[in-house]
């Protein structure tokens, strides 16, 4: 059974950087593409960004020279790095293993307050 468990999230103020991890059950994580996401109150859920097995990324141009997706599969584990955030990164970041189609972590917060 594939569990996906988000952390890293929390209270910010505008400027400062988070990293989110995602630690994937198992040892399978390395074979498949996998990807974040968030969902703001209120709003769908939005692609953030995806990588491959071997390491190809694709950031989403709402958040692209600020966010960056990687993965260690020796630690089972995907992350997000976010800089520079703002009021409107506040949402529930999502990872998922299997993208575009795949299993879903259960969400860590994020809230971006002066």
Known sequence: ???LVESG????????SLRLSCLASGSFMRAYAMAWYRQAPGKEREFLASITSVGA?????????????????????????MNNLQLEDTAVYYCMLGYPNGYWGGGTRVTVST
């Open 1 to 3: 059974q594939v569990q």
């Open 9 to 16: 999230g929390g209270l910010v103020e505008p400027g400062d």
């Open 57 to 81: 990324t694709n950031v989403s141009n709402s958040v692209k020279g600020r966010f960056t997706i990687s993965r260690d599969n020796d630690k089972s584990t995907l992350y997000l790095t």
